[in-house]
T-cell receptor, first 113, second 115 residues
Framework: DAKTTQPNSMESNEEEPVHLPCNHSTISGTDYIHWYRQLPSQGPEYVIHGLTSNVNNRMASLAIAEDRKSSTLILHRATLRDAAVYYCILRDVIVEGNTPLVFGKGTRLSVIA | GAVVSQHPSRVICKSGTSVKIECRSLDFQATTMFWYRQFPKQSLMLMATSNEGSKATYEQGVEKDKFLINHASLTLSTLTVTSAHPEDSSFYIC???????????FGEGSWLTVV
């Protein structure tokens, strides 16, 4: 899987929007962009994924650059429960389905009350 | 959504003993499951890929004779840490590929402490 680059940490005030960036300049045409988050002492939790178009779900929005070399996870109103490590991961959909997620270091998001 | 459950959530064992961690897909069948290990303040490290009915595929540097993986059914994979040592103390996490094929679901993780 192609590598991703994320800031080590970010900070946000509660109830404000948060934009978590991810660079993936070597992304291939068949790589999906996945976002997971990990709360302290828990397994990772699926957040959102997309291929080319922007995506929205109840947790977040995913904005994908037109050239697909970067993406941004948007939390519309950060809460204290959103404090976690956020991982941006590429996964090739053409490869047979038993391809694992390979985790980088992610971005540690702190939310200030 | 799909649920993956691990058991036990925490276990303490004596050095030299073996401990088994179970990973179950509760509402879907998982032909493929993945096992990770995570040390404090670090990211998840993939240990092995577990396929139902066949031998697991281990990542480089992971001892297959020490970390025994069995995936005997479509809803259960087990990781057995044999002859555990204090350096095996870690957070072990399993995940399963959902039936839609594009989303991977994670268990809650299992804390292993070897004393």
């Amino acid at each position: 899987d192609a590598k991703t680059t994320q800031p080590n940490s970010m900070e946000s005030n509660e109830e404000e929007p948060v934009h978590l960036p991810c660079n993936h300049s070597t992304i291939s045409g068949t790589d999906y962009i996945h976002w997971y988050r990990q709360l302290p002492s828990q397994g990772p939790e699926y957040v959102i994924h997309g291929l080319t178009s922007n995506v929205n779900n109840r947790m977040a929005s995913l904005a994908i650059a037109e050239d697909r070399k970067s993406s941004t996870l948007i939390l519309h109103r950060a809460t204290l429960r959103d404090a976690a490590v956020y991982y941006c991961i590429l996964r090739d959909v053409i490869v047979e389905g038993n391809t694992p997620l390979v985790f980088g270091k992610g971005t540690r998001l702190s939310v200030i009350a | 959504g799909a649920v993956v459950s691990q058991h036990p959530s925490r276990v303490i064992c004596k050095s030299g003993t073996s401990v088994k961690i179970e990973c179950r897909s509760l509402d879907f069948q998982a032909t493929t499951m993945f096992w990770y290990r995570q040390f404090p303040k670090q990211s998840l490290m993939l240990m092995a890929t577990s396929n139902e009915g066949s031998k697991a595929t281990y990542e480089q540097g992971v001892e297959k004779d020490k970390f025994l993986i069995n995936h005997a059914s479509l809803t259960l994979s087990t990781l057995t840490v044999t002859s555990a040592h204090p350096e095996d103390s870690s957070f072990y996490i399993c995940s399963a590929l959902g039936t839609a094929g594009n989303t991977i679901y994670f268990g809650e993780g299992s804390w292993l402490t070897v004393v």
